[in-house]
């Protein structure tokens, strides 16, 4: 089974146009989030790839460069939106290269 943008329903679609600018809003959105919480203060950088499977909600996964304010790191950052939840209804998680641990918040 398939959507009108041809991917398939619970799989993966690369995001382009639009559709990765209202990702990289999610993405700059959400790391601002989760520096107003217990994280670190990540800024994007670069968005290398984007993309978004729709799983009782919509998982976004990104490849991107994030800054600390001291170093650049290549990173994989998900999001999992479930809007009609008002509370923990978004999940974010940061996995960088050189890091020991995934870091998850949910909010």
Known sequence: MSNAKGSFVGGQAELSGADLDKAIELLDASLAKLGEIDGPNYKSVKVHSATRQVVSGSLYRYNVELSDGNA??????????????????TQITVQCE?????????W
């Open 72 to 89: 650049v790191k290549q990173c994989v950052v998900k999001i999992w939106s479930q809007p009609w939840l008002s509370v923990n209804g």
């Open 98 to 106: 050189g890091d020991d641990d995934e870091l998850t918040r949910t």
